[in-house]
Nanobody, 122 residues
């Protein structure tokens, strides 16, 4: 299973970007999906998460500005980022809890996508 993130770039403060993260490979089902970010010199932090049933959770710094969504038919999670601030500058990564076949049984693992850089200029 692979996760491919895209959509990062350079934007001015107050602007918007939409990140996408698509899963591919031999999988049965994707459960929780999430976006994390890591700013220069800081630890990685959770941004937002979404369950398969579309229940969402947002960390305080992005509430009201970011929206996480998913398309289960495309195995893709999105992050719509509005009213971006310089403090949002970071490498954004996605992860997903994925159910796969393991021989005669099933297994559930968390997969990570590569990061996509978001730079917000003031």
């Amino acid at each position: 299973v692979q996760l491919q993130a895209s959509g990062g770039g350079l934007v001015q403060a107050g602007g918007s970007l939409r990140l996408s993260c698509a899963a591919s490979g031999s999988l049965i089902r994707i459960d929780d999906m999430a976006w994390y970010r890591q700013a220069p010199g800081k630890q990685r932090e959770l941004v937002a998460s979404i369950t398969r049933g579309d229940s969402t959770n947002y960390e305080d710094p992005v509430k009201g500005r970011f929206t996480i969504s998913r398309d289960n038919t495309r195995n893709t999670v999105y992050l719509q980022m509005n009213n971006l601030e310089p403090e949002d500058t970071a490498v954004y990564s996605c992860n997903a809890a994925v159910l796969t076949f393991a021989g005669v049984s099933l297994r559930r693992d968390v997969y990570w996508g590569q990061g996509t850089l978001v730079t917000v200029s003031s």
